[in-house]
């Protein structure tokens, strides 16, 4: 951590600064420049509380130099993790082969959902993505099909191997979700529902964790860091668009932020093209940009009438378009030294 | 709602549009242009799906013209709510006296608690700010004292008869924030938890419900719609800062939004200059600018020692401070017919 | 400057940066911490090119501790500029008593423009903005009048007294528009037109210029340094809205930026609500706003018949509403200690 | 162009919209639907003010219905536009071969810059980049050395046969650059330069137009049609991110924008992942997003000493570098029909 002192700044200020620093068991290392005063703190900073020191009158500004997260960083796991993502098609993300996860955006009927199943299984899935509780910006839309849907997938999985990916909305819904699916989904909208992360972490299958609209990368890695600091290592990050000034897509998809968690942590990172772009004419180009970039897996909304679908139909392609996708996502995965 | 179709789009197209708009009850208007074909639907578009005509080939885009939130629109409700928020002193927002919340961001100490409460009260607040939960980025930080801290705002509640508003986070403790609190805060980052929403909304106290980071103003809209949805008419909006690429502050306070509210609502919307800018320096300069805009009440971080918070001291003034700013607050009021 | 290195960085890395820092004329004080190693700059870091030192393998990430402007910095001014605007009412920028520019979005029609500058004196502005240039999204909308806008301009000065601030374009233009206006404005399109700033910088007229849509504080100080830098010192900073995910207003207004800019600068900074909102209906309170948060000025779009403008009417309001608004700022104004 | 009014809107004011659309020369169409009226215009709406109609008391808002460009569509030209490039290597962009623009940012030394651009060319690159007049964010830095860094890559075009590409900054350097170059680069900051534009439109040689960091899609192709309505249809796109809010990127870049462009226009689009990321480390995996999602070009920073770079080193990578990305380049150019 580096305190920058306001030019002029008292040297009692700077006194109380370094006190404070010892007060937290840091050592400090004050140095008098030529406009400003600078004290940078040695030791473990993430004990210290940044913002008491910004408070200090006479106090610039404060830079940390550590990452906030732990358990979720490079630093301290340099081999990237394989998380397994269950079913019996061996489904997992982070190794050699990149997960293929396929479906629709919610349950809406178990024959259809079965239909769909078999199809994203034959183009090449070895998971099932379908919500049973769907968060939806309005009180007034289809709200999901709950347990019903959660057994739908069940079966699904029992004729298909596949494992089976879902959102989680609430703590109530753990032990639920938690008697039908592989993969528990945290979506974007509750990136920073802490008690959520929390109870998740605190079973053990494993977390699908997607990005915040806003979050930065480093929030991001803190909300991974709440799921494993409670015991469940099993996370995947999904990169699923960010909100910007944009408008011919529904959310801004950054692909850097790919390689760019490759180097700062061990976790796998995945994207999702469809609720990334909004639009499903955009979707088999980024489905091929993140296999080049180096994606760990991909989640793409699949449904075999897409203009019927009562949720996001908008950004699903068709299986038959999956099938099709994937002959250009499999060379592109060798030319990267990965297979799909 | 306006369907536009695409340069050349096939008659075929039209009619199975045409179909769709009948099956969901609504009646359409065909307008053959120059260049392009253009369905307009009649009727409450609001029981249609949007993302079912978007899907159809040859429909270019889909423009709602209704606003897809009743309870909450001006519309329905032409006189601006008057929200009742607690306490002795009848703290309400909404009318011509304008809220004054203040306290520190989160409850650390009782004595330093009930010595805020008398000083903010003093002040002139109504209401008394304090967080028992705390939803902070990392898993590692301080997360509040509980329902410790909760029974210290209720002392000061029975001191001072100041309204308690505090924060919830997750439908567990409803029950018990119930049982102390005057007013549910639902943060920033619940606003889209939506079983949250409709905890609060199946209770009876008022909810003050703060805006995404990157809430549009209609997801905001929707996320009162949820709570209003389920019974609870007792909605306080609050802005409290929006992500953006500005890099002094740490959020950026959009006022207009205030007006905008106004215009298109009932609802009373206040500000929290305090969150919306992180900065303690900005606070008073902001508070004065989301009075002379027409807000309907203002919370703010005060804490008698901010250096030694442990959390967020960098965006709080002192009691002293909160009293030299009301001095030029009563005037700004007055300027523009309000009490304060 | 601060130079944080990767964990385990090889101490050869660490001797390069030393290197590098020492042919650059600074000294440095290298920081062996827990983690990680820290080398900090002595001396002006401006002179350094911080981007060679980020090249360095092993190097994590640089920050800088100052600011790169100076000319424009408070630190080498303390007390506040007064910049004068011209005419012959004392317009200026940046005392006690707050500029009020006001006029149409741009010069259409002599009669008009004649008639909208008295009113606006009449309601207290000393100064009139209207646009002879025009910057237009589309190259198939209007332009403007050119020379003959800007003789018109003139004209309403020598009946009115009011300074005359308009737009500039290119460098070409420069000497045309000196030849009849008082205050050069530089739009926010062209906020990082370097050659266009240094020219107007060379110039001896006032330079107002605009925050450019996404122009982060820094590039905004950095920008008004190119104009110091080349001898020209009276420059009024405007802020006019930022781009964000935003979608009630065009613009998203960060009033906390005019605090800022204060602390930052000694410059004055003035608001405009009128292109900062996009929106007629919420530019009166945006105007109270900017007033009683310590804006030195407001540059308001007004129109005798908004309805007929050529360019961004939607924004205008009339000369009738203006001085009504009027009798809210005057009080505003006083509450803050300032005149309007 | 859709008329929504607001609810309970008074006939008059439906009336005197028809009146206004019929003075524009178009033809009205009026549907009193269950809660508004919505009146929808037929005929040619880019002859139409929006503002006017949005300024008419009683009107909601006003949705448009067409691109307001033309020349730039892919309405007026199905087929891909090829865009030379010159050089004597048959540099261009649009075609199935994907142009390859590899230098230095900035000319800084003769022999280090005809050093690079034997390299590139050995790696696959049709054309050179370097700047010989340099936008810069500081008015302290290094500006780029003119003339002499003009004639310096003309003397690498004369060796290698490499295309020139190469920006301008103002209208006086039009004749300058053209001396020297093949194709005029014009940088995002100038991307709204309205005047520029129209000085590369009246010119012939290639312009190569990259998108404002905060510029929409319309906007940025309504910058194009600036260049094209003076005459000069040879256009190629140039996406090199946005600004957002995210913070371990210089700026987002936001790849979806490619296949979107095809959709919309007939202009080749090419991509900047140096500057689209401001990271040396992301350029590889980026480059590889690029070609994978259609890209028909990359413009890439490459430079041999990229540590004593005088700009931009941060984002550079090494000709021994680029080299070794070409071999997977390849491969994905080859899984999606292309080769480079």
């Known amino acids: 951590m580096i305190v920058v002192f306001e030019q002029g700044a008292d040297k009692s200020r700077v006194d109380h600064v370094v006190t404070l620093i010892r007060e937290m068991g840091l050592r400090e290392h004050v140095i008098v420049g030529t406009e400003r005063t600078v004290v940078a703190c040695i030791g473990d900073e993430r004990k210290m509380d940044i913002e008491r020191v910004e408070n200090v009158p006479g106090v610039e500004k404060v830079m940390p130099v550590l990452a906030p997260y732990k358990m979720a960083s490079r630093e301290v796991k340099k081999d990237r993790s394989v998380v ?54 309005s009180p007034y839309a289809f709200q999901g099909m709950g347990e019903k849907g959660l057994e739908i997938l069940a079966e699904a999985r029992e004729q298909t191997g596949l494992a089976v990916v879902t959102e989680v909305m609430s703590i109530e819904q ?10 528990f989904q945290v979506g974007a909208r509750n990136m920073q529902n802490y ?40 996370v995947i990050l999904c990169e699923r668009g960010i909100r910007t000034f944009e408008s011919y897509c529904r959310n801004t998809l950054p692909l850097a932020i790919v390689p760019e968690v490759h180097r700062i942590s061990h976790l796998p990172i995945i994207v999702d093209p469809s609720q990334g772009t909004g639009h499903a004419h955009l979707v088999p180009d980024m489905c091929r940009a993140s296999v080049a970039c180096g994606a760990d897996g991909l989640i793409i909304e699949c449904h075999s009438d897409p203009e019927h679908a009562l ?11 999956l099938k099709s996708l994937m002959v250009s996502l499999r060379k592109i995965a060798a030319a990267v030294d990965r297979d799909i």
Chains 1, 2, 3, 4 share one sequence.
């Open 84 to 137: 397994p993502m269950g079913g019996t098609l061996g489904a997992s993300a982070g190794g050699k082969k990149i997960a293929l996860i396929a479906g629709p955006c919610s349950v809406e009927d178990r024959v259809k959902l079965l239909e769909v199943a078999h199809a994203v299984k034959e183009a090449g899935a070895t998971a099932l993505r379908g919500g049973a509780f769907k968060p939806r910006t």
């Open 174 to 183: 753990v032990p639920l979700v938690a008697k039908y699916a592989d993969v």
């Open 195 to 234: 008690n959520l992360l929390w109870a998740v972490g605190e079973q053990k299958k494993t977390v699908l964790l997607k990005r915040g609209l806003s979050a930065t990368l480093e929030e991001f890695m803190l909300a991974a860091e709440y799921v494993m600091s409670r015991g469940n290592s099993n």
């Open 311 to 321: 949720t996001d139909g908008a950004q699903s392609i068709t299986p038959q378009g």
